[in-house]
């Protein structure tokens, strides 16, 4: 894995999300993973157990064990909300858009258009304070998934606004409601 290309693309989707679309296009649909959802994910979740230690102090096993905690909590929402809201993303291209199913283009798509998410998770991870600009500028995803969406979805003009903003909720709302649930069951099941 490269970080220098890693942080290349993710710079490029926020700075300029149509020339991003362009060479993303491009490249193999399964190199998303490897190149850039798993270690994303990674960032997150380290950067969320570090804030974590960070806040609660290095003192003993409890904070180590909350760290730890929140750390798995982030790192499956993140997961489990990618593939989530691929699959979904891909059942609505399907269903509202009849296009073929293609879930290797959709992982791309939707791999690559949560980087705002992403990023935002990296900063809010390290400084919870952040956290109400955070939620602001995660609407720019919307901006994102529109330029995204005619290039590598093939999304037809008089459907991009419908697309873009069906898939952008399922983008959000996914590891939002996977978090929730972890949260639930962890705090049930301890």
Sequence with gaps: MKYKDLFHIAFLLISSPAHAWEEIRLEDKRKVFSAFVYPMIGFCALAVFLGVLFDMGWSGPQSFQYAMTRCCAVAVSWFGGYFLAAYLINRMRMRLFHMADDIPLT????????????????????????????????????????????????????????????????????????????????????
Excluded: H
């Design 107 to 190: 992982r791309q798509f939707a791999g690559y258009a949560l980087v705002v998410p992403f990023l935002l998770q990296i900063v809010t991870g390290i400084w919870p304070d952040f956290s109400i600009m955070a939620l602001l500028l995660q609407f720019y995803l919307v901006y994102v998934v529109w330029e995204g969406c005619p290039l590598v979805m093939g999304i037809e003009d008089k459907d991009r606004l419908r697309f873009t903003l069906l898939a952008s909720v399922l983008l959000l709302a996914c590891p939002a409601i996977i978090t929730w649930t972890f949260n639930k069951l962890v705090t049930v099941l301890n």
